[in-house]
Antibody, heavy 117, light 113 residues
């Protein structure tokens, strides 16, 4: 059974930084299409970023230049480094694995990031 | 960016009746070289992460009941639930994966009438 366990969320002040982690089991992160998707409280889904098995990365315009997706193959873990955080970044952040490029068939349970002073 | 617009925003259907949710993309998500529509549908129940239902516009994910079906091509797509069950109450999202950013629709809240 594929498992994705996110961690690293919490309360952070505007302008601060946070790094989310997603530990994967029963599959290899480096061989997969891995994404981050977020959901503000009570709102819809917003795709944030993807890293392909080739290492190529893409970002939503709203986070480009502030967020960085990466992976540690030795730890089989996906990361999202979030800098210059804003109130509008407040959301549940889901780590996700792709069935094919862009299609997500496995999701973590999510980690809540709250940006507030 | 491709904008995905769903209709309606909310829908109430009687148990056993058909539910239909529409999704329109601001540009075609049909890739001519392989004749595939890069369109997926997800179901999200309260307090849970989304669940993949349909991809390539009409391919049902493994384990998804056959009362769920997807159709459409180009810019106009439909998710149909042929006979609504109580466990189908959820928010449904379409998503295009034709090009990054892989945008979602705003969601359709499906309830029992």
């Amino acid at each position: 059974e594929v498992q994705l366990v996110e961690s690293g969320g919490g309360l952070i002040q505007p302008g601060g930084s946070l790094r989310l982690s997603c530990a994967a089991s029963t599959f290899t992160v480096s061989s997969s299409y891995m994404s981050w998707v977020r959901q503000p409280p009570g709102k819809g889904l917003e795709w944030v970023s993807v890293i392909y098995n080739s290492g190529v990365t893409y970002y939503a315009d709203s986070v480009k230049g502030r967020f960085t997706i990466s992976r540690d193959d030795s730890k089989n873990t996906l990361y999202l480094q979030m800098n210059s955080l804003r109130a509008e970044d407040t959301a549940v952040y889901y780590c996700a694995r792709g069935l094919v490029v862009g299609v997500i068939n496995y999701w973590g349970q999510g980690t809540l990031v709250t940006v507030s002073s | 960016d491709i904008v995905m617009t769903q209709s309606p925003d909310s829908l109430a259907v009687s148990l056993g009746e058909r539910a239909t949710i529409n999704c329109k993309s601001s540009q075609s998500v049909l890739y001519n070289s392989n004749n595939k529509n890069y369109l997926a549908w997800y179901q999200q129940k309260p307090g849970q992460p989304p669940k993949l239902l349909i991809y390539w516009a009409s391919t049902r994910e493994s384990g998804v009941p056959d009362r769920f079906s997807g159709s459409g091509s180009g810019t106009d797509f439909t998710l149909t639930i042929s006979s609504l069950q109580a466990e189908d109450v959820a928010v449904y999202y379409c998503q295009q994966y034709y090009s990054t950013p892989y945008t979602f629709g705003q969601g359709t809240n499906l309830e029992i009438k």
